[in-house]
């Protein structure tokens, strides 16, 4: 069973070192050396939370815990027809275990529409094509999903 709590500034060594764990395996998989993987996450963890805070002053950053352990991130914003997760990204030794799903059945239990986008490749879009996402748009590198209630 998983819990979600507000994330506070002394998350913050957390949150870069998950993205740095999410994120790695991508960087191995486009040929960058492994000397320079640290530096090119760090530098697109310091992009993409910048972005995210422009585009979305609004959204609610959430911690995911398990047994009072941070696992995971959950980032979202309600727009005036749905609710958006900008991120949601689990430790990789969580992930598969159904937290995934209980995050986002509680997320559609509230009743609103929810989007999202994910990278075409990641095995994360098996688990929103069985909770009943389904794809409006593809730019080839990522696919916006919708679920209505």
């Known amino acids: 069973m998983c819990t979600l709590r507000p994330a ?16 790695t395996a991508e960087a191995r998989a486009w040929g960058l050396p ?4 640290p530096a090119f996450v760090a530098q697109q963890y310091a992009a993409r939370t910048a972005g995210w ?8 950053d959430h911690i995911i815990e398990v047994a009072g352990e ?9 727009a005036s027809d749905h609710l958006h997760i900008i991120d949601i990204a689990l430790a990789v030794r969580c ?7 209980q995050i ?5 239990a509230r009743g609103q529409a929810i989007q999202l986008r994910v990278a075409l490749d ?18 080839g590198i990522y696919a916006l999903l ?4």
Do not use: C, K
């Not at 492994?34 to 993987?37: K, Q, R, S, T, Y």
């Not at 990641?122 to 730019?139: E, H, I, K, Q, W």
């Open 8 to 23: 506070l500034a002394t998350d913050a060594d957390f949150l870069r070192g998950l993205y740095h764990e999410t994120r």
């Open 34 to 37: 492994e000397a320079a993987i």
């Open 53 to 60: 805070a422009a585009a979305h002053p609004t959204a609610m």
């Open 70 to 78: 941070p696992v995971g991130r959950l980032l979202w914003v309600e």
């Open 95 to 101: 992930q598969g275990h159904g937290l995934g799903t």
């Open 104 to 108: 986002l059945t509680r997320l559609q």
């Open 122 to 139: 990641n095995p994360a879009r098996r688990l929103y094509a069985r909770l009943g996402f389904v794809g409006s748009t593809d730019d």
């Open 146 to 149: 919708r679920w209505q209630p």
